[in-house]
């Protein structure tokens, strides 16, 4: 761990806070455009009532949307409070990394690694569609924390390879059983990114997890809105599994160890 030597207070907490929000507005972007394969650079946020493009000053993370009361300025059509959420969430994401690593790399590492995960949540479950845009980024990101913030890229090597390669495997078989593909591609490179940020154990426990849970919800909540041929968001699941496995993981596993 290298900390940053940075004096805690309102005001570094308040910039983070700042960061986060301003990550979270972006991940509107990412959310709405991904999945549609829009470019994320341009053209600027439009109204989707009247299409006129939305001012700077109306663009402001969660300010704007509140003293317009979630309404545009032109046309009056309702914003849906999902762009507030979205903004929270990235703030909530950012606040997380410093409340559990303080100003180091290492919270840092853990705040970039929970808007991933939250980015990829959000548009599985609505799209069935993880986008390789988030993913390689994440690899790459998850590599180089991997080395500068807990200073052991092998781990994040071999946990890149682990998590997509198991994947990838049990994908290949899947196909060679039922003769269809089980699992994506973007599965595959979603693992590669969990495994580069946690590590080659963390990577297996996510597995596990995200398994755990994505049956437990097509045993019950999904039941009715699953048939047999439906898709399940898996990469949800994972991203939910690595977000816990990243906050309580070493919390989880003594627990685990303990009752053998
Ligand atoms: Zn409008």
């Known amino acids: 761990m290298i900390p940053i030597s940075l004096q805690e207070g309102w005001f570094p907490v308040s910039l983070v806070l700042w960061l986060g929000l301003?990550?979270?507005?972006f991940s509107n972007v990412l959310i709405y455009r991904l999945p549609r394969?829009?470019?994320v650079v341009g053209p600027r946020s439009f109204c989707p009532g009247c299409r006129r493009t939305v001012a700077w000053y109306d663009n402001i993370p969660l300010l704007s949307w509140l003293l317009l009361r979630?309404?545009?300025r032109h046309c009056g059509i309702r914003i849906s409070p999902q762009y507030l959420l979205v903004e929270l969430a990235g703030a909530a994401c950012a606040l997380i990394g410093i409340w559990s690593a303080g100003f180091t790399l290492v919270g840092l590492s853990i705040g970039v690694f929970l808007l991933l995960l939250f980015n990829v949540a959000v548009i599985d479950w609505g799209h069935m569609i993880i986008p390789h845009t988030l993913t390689v980024a994440g690899m790459i990101l998850g590599l180089v924390f991997?080395?500068?913030a807990l200073g052991d890229l092998g781990d994040s090597i071999i946990g890149l390879l682990v998590g997509g390669g198991i994947i990838l495997v049990v994908s290949h078989g899947y196909q060679l059983i039922r003769g269809v593909p089980?699992?994506?591609g973007g599965d595959v490179m979603l693992m590669g990114m969990i495994g580069a940020f946690l590590g080659v154990w963390g990577a297996l426990g996510v597995?596990?997890?995200g398994a755990l849970l994505g049956s437990l919800f097509a045993l019950t909540v999904g039941r009715g809105r699953l048939n047999g041929t439906a898709k399940l968001p898996f990469?949800?699941?994972l991203a939910l599994a690595a977000g816990v496995a990243q906050l309580f993981?070493?919390?989880l596993f003594s627990w685990y160890m303990s009752k053998f």
């Open 146 to 148: 991997g080395h500068f």
């Open 235 to 237: 990469g949800t699941f």
């Open 249 to 251: 993981g070493e919390g």
């Open 70 to 72: 979630g309404k545009c």
């Open 37 to 39: 394969n829009l470019s």
């Open 182 to 184: 089980g699992m994506g």
């Open 207 to 209: 597995l596990f997890g």
């Open 22 to 25: 301003c990550f979270g507005s």
